[in-house]
């Protein structure tokens, strides 16, 4: 059973919107949520986490929203760049980290 | 600050052959170490940790295996590869006793003919 869920599979939005990516996860007892963004060619590089304690986490461009009740959580880009353009992997934890199928989000200039 | 070297950087090698990839970091001690393999296109999926030298736990069956000769050295390897191995390998820590918040390497790309 996948125990971390990602949608859209694929994103493409204009330089200056706000891209929206969501996540939901199985198990309950998750309560560690970090996103990770990785380049082709590179190793995927943490941006942004939240703890279950919290319902929202802000950095800079990126913003995650939790809704715990639901187990769903999403990560918003808001002033998008081209240089944004990247696979996005949100990851769920209580000890091991288990990998959504990550969204692939183009940025167009 | 910490640094996460992994060796070769990439590696083209023929079906039943061996494999030795490596990964060292630096800057931190005593961390945990993680193999993860991915597919291309694919998800993350988590092949091994430890959490002390010479302590490897698997997490998937996939005909590798693990070794943690120094505090600072992770070692995948196997004695026979498959198609199956081809895919990009990643090496990870995290700080000791705070396991989710795992920080990767720059990868090894391997194509298996």
């Known amino acids: 059973q996948q125990q971390v869920r990602q949608s859209p599979q694929s994103l493409t939005v204009w330089e200056g919107e706000t891209a929206i990516l969501n996540c939901s996860y199985e198990d309950s007892t998750f309560n560690y949520f970090p996103w990770y963004q990785q380049f082709p060619g590179e190793g995927p590089a943490l941006l942004i986490s939240i703890r279950s304690v919290s319902d929202k986490k802000e950095d800079g461009r990126f913003t995650i929203f939790f809704n715990k009740r639901e187990k769903k959580l999403s990560l918003h880009i808001t002033d998008s760049q081209p240089g944004d353009s990247a696979t996005y992997f949100c990851?769920?934890?209580?000890?091991?980290?288990?990998f959504g199928s990550g969204t692939k989000l183009t940025v167009e200039p | 600050a910490q640094t996460i070297h992994q060796w070769p950087v990439a590696e083209i090698k023929a079906v039943g052959s061996p494999l030795s990839l490596g990964c060292t970091i630096k800057?931190?001690?005593?961390?945990?170490l993680y193999w993860y393999w991915q597919a291309t296109g694919g998800t993350l999926q988590q092949l091994f940790y430890s959490i002390t030298v010479g302590q490897v736990e698997s997490v998937v069956q996939l005909n590798l295996s693990a070794s943690r000769p120094k505090d600072d050295q992770f070692i995948l390897s196997t004695e026979k590869l498959l198609l199956s191995h081809s895919g990009f390998y990643l090496c990870?820590?995290?700080?000791?006793?705070?396991?989710?918040?795992?920080?990767f390497g720059p990868g090894t790309r391997l194509t298996v003919l």
């Open positions: 800057g931190k001690s005593s961390p945990n």
């Open positions: 990851a769920a934890s209580d000890n091991v980290l288990y």
């Open positions: 990870a820590w995290s700080p000791r006793d705070i396991y989710a918040e795992q920080f």
